[in-house]
């Protein structure tokens, strides 16, 4: 459990922020796959005629490639923080995306939000704050690393 | 009838695959940057794992049964439906993956719960 490690921070902190900027990186990737995905999707269902042609379509567009490599990124960046952080602190925690959606709609798109939303949003952050406040493991790691490469010095 | 069972393997499936795929994160070890330099050993490694393979195909059938609902029952009930998987997998992760659940968390995992359902409302 000791291990030696040119710390800035101490060690529950540098998890909690290398947890953080893995889990901000995945939530980026989300939003802007779902994006690419729903914008597309929509102009394909709007000017295909067939479901089969619609499935083409979407299998020979770029953006819809795109959209689906960057929900990848998404996934793989959330297996990676589940390698050394609680499920019970990544899940909740990742919710904070739901906020960033209503947040990027409201001031890059233009979109128009509703009481009930913005609460739910608020209500989020809440309940990440919380969550974050919690300690990012509970269980022992069985391959214990230097958890501070990511942050760290090389 | 078929909504509500639908609904329920999207949330089951969910949280199961979650619990499946930390349970098998964990087994792979912490994931830092000197072992991204072996790439293709790390990810072989993940990709034969049997708990985390399971956790996929447990979100693939969460999947496809969210797909099959969307058939039947607008987005606007179908979400905050949904949103019982962050109370499910958490209890998932105290009884299977033997995680501490502070008071702090539960309220936090509540709250988070609840504003996911106001947001997905129209």
């Known amino acids: 459990m000791s291990r030696m490690s040119i710390a800035v921070l101490p060690k529950e902190e540098s998890l909690l922020a290398k947890t953080a900027i893995v889990l901000v990186l995945a939530m980026l990737s989300q939003a802007a796959g779902d994006v690419f995905l729903s914008k597309e999707m929509k102009a394909i269902a709007s000017s295909a005629v067939s479901p089969f042609e619609m499935a083409l379509l979407a299998l020979l567009s770029p953006n819809i490639w795109l959209g689906t490599a960057l929900l990848l990124i998404f996934f793989i960046l959330f297996a990676v923080a589940l390698s050394w952080a609680d499920l019970s602190f990544v899940l909740p925690a990742s919710a904070f995306g739901y906020v960033m959606n209503v947040a990027c709609g409201y001031y890059f798109l233009g979109e128009t939000v509703s009481r009930t939303r913005w609460a739910g949003a608020t209500i989020i952050s809440i309940g990440v704050v919380l969550v974050s406040r919690s300690g990012v493991r509970t269980v022992e790691a069985p391959g214990g690393q230097d958890v501070l490469e990511v942050i760290g010095r090389p | 009838m078929i909504t509500a069972l639908l609904i329920a393997v999207v949330v089951i499936g969910g949280s199961a695959g979650d619990v499946l795929i930390t349970k098998g994160m964990k087994q792979v070890g912490e994931i830092s940057t000197r072992r991204l330099l072996h790439f293709a050993g790390l990810a072989r490694q993940v990709l034969t794992n049997r ?72």
């Open chain 2, 51 to 122: 708990d985390f393979l399971l956790g996929v195909c447990c979100m693939a059938a969460s999947f496809f049964a969210f797909l099959a609902v969307l058939s039947r029952a607008d987005l606007s009930f179908v979400l905050p439906a949904t949103s019982l998987s962050f109370v499910l997998a958490t209890i998932g992760a105290r009884l299977f993956l033997k995680e501490r659940i502070s008071g702090l968390r539960w309220m936090g995992t509540l709250l988070v719960c609840v504003g996911v359902a106001l947001v997905s409302l129209p």
